[in-house]
């Protein structure tokens, strides 16, 4: 089956960088929407970045634009997200999300079927 597995989170000081890395595997559909959703307590879950790994228009959310970079290496079927310049604000769960570009669906999806289990980012001001 689909498996997502996140890894690189952890803390940081205000202005550090990470890289997050998700892990794909379980299938071989070579058009899928990946990308990262976060939620920090008390707060609503959020997309941040997607990609079409078939290529295709990138999108990213308003307050990560010009700092976070999403990509994605087909050999290894892993996504990243490498973001700079961090702020206590980008403090949330990471979730890396999935899912298949059958038929006309579009990047980014309003639903995604599978999803990692999270990895923590916290930015300390």
């Known amino acids: 089956q689909v498996q997502l597995v996140e890894s690189g989170g952890g803390s940081v000081q205000a202005g550090g960088s990470l890289r997050l890395s998700c892990a794909a595997s379980?299938?071989?559909?070579?058009?899928?929407?990946m990308g990262w959703f976060r939620q920090a307590p008390g707060m609503e879950r959020g997309g941040v970045a997607f990609?079409?790994?078939?290529?295709?228009?990138?999108w990213y959310d308003a307050a990560v634009r010009g700092r976070f970079f999403i990509s994605h290496d087909d050999a290894k079927n892993t996504l990243y997200l490498e973001m700079n310049n961090l702020k206590p604000e980008d403090t949330a769960m990471y979730y890396c999300?999935?899912?298949?570009?059958?038929?006309?669906?579009?990047?980014?999806?309003?639903?995604?079927?599978?999803w990692g289990q999270g990895t923590q980012v916290t930015v300390s001001s």
């Open positions: 999300a999935a899912d298949f570009l059958y038929s006309d669906r579009v990047c980014p999806l309003s639903n995604f079927t599978y």
């Open positions: 379980g299938y071989t559909y070579s058009s899928v929407c």
């Open positions: 990609m079409p790994t078939g290529g295709g228009r990138i």
